[in-house]
Nanobody, 120 residues
């Protein structure tokens, strides 16, 4: 599985960005996808996650009501719509794809990350 993020950039506080994560390879095996972020000097944290059918989502409290995660399985792409951005949202955003394999359990694949910078 290969994951490639895009859509990061510099935006003013209150603005919006949409991140995309394009998956290739054994995408049919992916059951959960998610967005994580890591700010300088901080641990990587979960931002949002979505199940394979898109029927279940989960968000960090800090982004609820502002961010929306979605996926288009026909395009093998996941999105993160980020509205009302705050300077504290500044981080490198990573795409995660998780699959389960018999005898190995959960296996995580990561994208290379995309920088999001929110200016005040």
């Amino acid at each position: 599985v290969q994951l490639v993020e895009s859509g990061g950039g510099l935006v003013q506080a209150g603005g919006s960005l949409r991140l995309s994560c394009a998956a290739s390879g054994s995408t049919f095996s992916i059951n959960v996808m998610g967005w994580y972020r890591q700010a300088p000097g901080k641990q990587r944290e979960l931002v949002a996650a979505i199940t394979s059918g898109g029927g279940s989502t989960d968000y960090a409290d800090s982004v609820k009501g502002r961010f929306t995660i979605s996926r288009d399985n026909a395009k093998n792409t996941m999105y993160l719509q980020m509205n009302s951005l705050k300077p504290e949202d500044t981080a490198v955003y990573y795409c995660l794809g998780r699959l389960w394999r018999l005898g190995e359990g959960d296996i995580d694949y990561w994208g290379q990350g995309t920088q999001v910078t929110v200016s005040s």
